[in-house]
């Protein structure tokens, strides 16, 4: 009997044992994801979602990220992918070519309060959600495929994890990985469209809410296509398959210290180090001269985007940013920063050319050299793995830094030291107080005294 690649999968999940250093990577991305949350928690696009949640999705059990709101498990999932997303500051895989954290986790812990899970269970299903969610990726020729959609595959690795969590058998596993990858976002406009700052995205809470959906529905009986991956001309099997489980993914996740696409991270390390070697005051900036690899160019690049959005997708812009005001203006970007004048003028001093051999570098590396022209000569620097990469990790106490400057600022230190705490616990084995963290209310109304007069700081300084 022929077996179709998705029930081969499913069979792996069902029988995974998930090591002790998998599961410790899958708490640090965990934490990392926290800091994602918190930080879009009062974007537009994320106030959005939490204000049509209840008529789209209905009331349910579901925790709603720090809102202190409930809505069902694919309700809240969306809600809570929607905030990881928002700001681009999430993590992601390189050989995926996109973004596991923002669809797995939420999916994850919708499953909160559900009596069989535990926090040794729950990291070990994120651990294998990664797992399959990377694999699928990368299985696809990412040359010739759009690579900012992470919805189109994420959802998957939502359906292997939660179908594992809920018991599912391996036939139905087989069959909601089959469902949520048939279903998937089509994202038919990020092809062509000119306007790649846009809410959509790439589709992340889309993915992760049908991963939700499709677990409901297999648990039910309903079928999908399981031979999904088994097309040679859209998926290469070995990578699908070989070395399942002995060599976790999750362990070669990257994490990002800016909030915008991970193309431009090599750029802005390589500006940065730049400008603090040398001692270069902006105003001195000629001309900024970037060599990168082809896809790069397919950004939107606004020189003076309008929306974050824009901002996240511009490599000229966020150059000129970090030249004007530093790295913690990148964590995370503001909507102040769009009004950013001196920004604007150095981002139009920036020009773009693909190098081939950064080119051929791609996907498996995102590289940058950028060269400096002043009054007193040229300056160069080349990045070949931006902080963050597995080869230039964040370290535990990086992912705590910058949890820090995230959230102190938006739940005040008392709070914010609640979450570390709980993140320790989650290794333990104990749900409860990460539980507890979440189900809380721990913003402000919007347009709250105190969140009015946090902005208004914002923008005085």
Known sequence: ??????????????????????RISAAKCVFDLMTAAIAGYETPNAMAVRRIASMTWGHGTAAMWFSGEQSTAAGATFVNAAC???LDLDDGHRAASGHPGAAIIPGVLSLLGSPSLD???ALAAIAVGYEIGVRI?????????????????????????????RGLSPGQIAHAISIAGTTAPSQSATSYTRFRGNSVKEGIPWGAANGVLAVDLAKQGFTGPIDILD?????????????LGTSWLINSTYFKPYSCCRWIHAPIDALLSLLRDHD????????????????????????????????????PFCLGVAAISGAAALLPLSSDSLRDQRAIEIAGRVRMTVNP?????????????????????????????????????????????????????????????????AIGALQTGDLAPLQSMLEARLFADANSASTVERRHRSQSS
């Open 1 to 22: 009997m022929t077996y179709a690649v998705t029930e081969m999968l499913a069979e792996w999940v069902s029988a995974s044992e998930v090591p002790e250093e998998a």
């Open 84 to 86: 990881a997303c928002s």
């Open 119 to 121: 926090g040794q269970r």
């Open 137 to 165: 990726s990368s299985a696809r020729d990412l040359r010739s495929v759009p690579t900012v959609n992470s919805g189109l595959w994420s959802g998957q690795a939502v359906a292997a994890a939660v179908g594992w969590l």
């Open 231 to 243: 097309s040679s001309e859209r998926y290469d099997r070995a990578r699908l398959l070989d070395g």
């Open 280 to 315: 270069i005051h902006p105003d001195a900036i000629i001309g900024i001269h970037v060599e990168t690899f082809g896809r790069s160019l397919t950004l939107s690049n606004e020189v003076a985007p309008g929306t974050l959005e824009g901002a996240q997708y511009s490599l």
């Open 357 to 421: 051999e950064f080119d051929l570098m791609f996907p498996a590396a995102v590289p940058g050299r950028v060269r400096i022209t002043t009054a007193s000569g040229v300056l160069e620097q080349t990045v070949l793995a931006p902080k963050g990469e597995p080869t230039n990790p964040m370290s535990w106490d990086d992912i705590g830094a910058k949890f820090l400057a995230i959230a102190a600022e938006r739940v005040g230190t008392r709070v914010a030291a609640g979450i570390p705490s």
